[in-house]
């Protein structure tokens, strides 16, 4: 008997969830079909400021096959990827809010800062590389 495609997404996405410590509710699991395949972008919500940011995007031949390639980058990003500190404010807000991002480098960074936002509804004050722990 063949798996039930859902229930596969759902153990993946509960792997994920897990591996995160995070609510569900601060976990999204963005889908999009990109020339018949599926892109999934992962954001993370903080739940201090409620601001979300992209955490990371991954491109399979389906979702399950995008899940499995997202929970295999989760369970080793940290080893491959430099540790970045954001100092920002929304444009709307006077208060400066700090965020972590992991990511190849400052531009990639930066990308997942501003993922599905205007430039402009963010000023951007410091970022800086954290030294290897």
């Known amino acids: 008997m063949q798996a039930d495609v859902h229930v596969e997404i759902a153990k993946l996405q509960k792997e994920i969830q897990t591996h995160f410590g995070l609510k569900e509710d601060n976990l999204i699991f963005d889908f999009k079909q990109n020339g018949g395949r599926a ?14 940011f992209l955490f990371h995007s991954v491109e399979g031949i389906d979702q399950v096959d995008a899940l499995q390639k997202m929970l295999t980058y989760v369970k080793t990003y940290r080893d491959s990827e430099s540790s970045y500190t954001i100092q920002w404010s929304a444009k ?25 936002r205007d430039m402009n509804a963010i000023t951007v004050f410091s970022v800086v590389l954290n030294p290897l722990t």
């Open 92 to 116: 709307s807000a006077k208060e400066l809010q700090t965020s972590y991002f992991r990511a190849r480098n400052v531009h990639e960074a930066l990308d997942k800062l501003f993922y599905g």
């Open 39 to 52: 892109k999934l972008n992962l954001v993370t919500v903080n739940p201090r400021h409620e601001q979300s």
